[in-house]
């Protein structure tokens, strides 16, 4: 992940990805082969090869990360696996990169998810990027849904039609978020929403207070609305970083979430939960 510099007038935002970067984060979106686990009829095509098409259509990789594998019966040691890891690349139009934002712009995204052992296939889904924490959110609801391209013939076409059709949702994301920080909630709703965000992240006691899930990172979003709160329990929950106790009453820190697997889940998750709060609130 590329670092940010922030002023209070403007943001220079994450630059895009070169290929040597790209092969040092996820080295298996190079992978020239597919996993022996696949059969003739998959279509295997290196997900760099993606990349490199949707770089001339102006959408560029600004985030990436694959997860760690573990050995399976069917598709081998943890060693075997790593190359056909799944992947999770984040992509931005170049205008977004160029233009001249502010600390407080939340700028749209489109997540591409894929691997290569026939564990995943190519999957496009919605996100938002907020400039004031340096944070990505992943959009999940019925209005934006996500789209898959299984590893069969034309995935490079698919995979096109599938960006533009998430380019499409853009106005209505944003009315969306514009829409959430209208909409105040007071203490009773926001520990709501923050047991269900916990109950989400965690199995069992979750190792923080719903108070400590719900405490602010900076003052832009000490506003109790429903975008400052979600967007306060997105952060805390998946960037970790905050101490409490174990289940064995230990001390502990939350961690950092760095499953592309969770991380799709628990932010697709709390999207799902705000979106409930939101349309109760209507």
């Not at 489109?110 to 924490?133: K, M, P, W």
């Amino acid at each position: 992940m590329t670092s940010n510099t922030m002023t209070a007038a403007n943001v220079k935002i994450a630059r895009p990805l070169s290929d040597a970067q790209l092969e040092e984060l996820v080295p298996s979106i190079f992978t020239t082969n597919k996993h022996r686990s696949r059969s003739e009829r998959y279509g295997h095509l290196p997900t760099i090869d993606v990349l490199r098409s949707l770089r001339k259509s102006g959408f560029v990789p600004v985030q990436a990360f694959q997860s760690r594998v573990k050995p399976t019966s069917r598709l081998g040691t943890a060693k075997e696996r790593t190359p056909y890891a799944k992947h999770l690349i984040r992509l931005r139009e170049k205008r977004w990169i160029e233009a001249d934002l502010s600390v407080n712009d939340t700028i749209p995204d489109i997540i591409l998810t894929n691997s290569h052992d026939g564990t995943s296939s190519f999957q496009l889904e919605a996100g938002l990027y907020r400039l004031v924490c340096s944070n990505g959110l992943v959009i999940r609801s019925d209005s934006f849904g996500s789209i898959r391209v299984p590893h069969n013939q034309n995935v490079f076409d698919r995979v096109k039609e599938g960006v533009d059709v998430m380019t499409k949702h853009v106005p209505e994301i944003m009315r969306v978020t514009k829409a959430w920080d209208k909409i105040k909630l007071d203490r009773r709703q926001q520990m709501k929403l923050g047991r269900e965000a916990l109950a989400l992240r965690f199995h069992g006691e979750p190792p923080i207070t719903v108070e400590q899930a719900l405490e602010n990172r900076r003052n832009d979003d000490e506003a109790p609305t429903l975008w400052r709160t979600f967007n306060t329990l997105q952060e805390n929950l998946l960037m970790g970083g905050q101490q409490g106790r174990s289940a064995s009453g230990r001390n502990t820190t939350t961690r950092l979430v760095t499953s592309v697997n969770n991380s799709l889940l628990y932010n697709r998750g709390l999207w799902q939960l705000a979106e409930a709060m939101a349309k109760k609130a209507a």
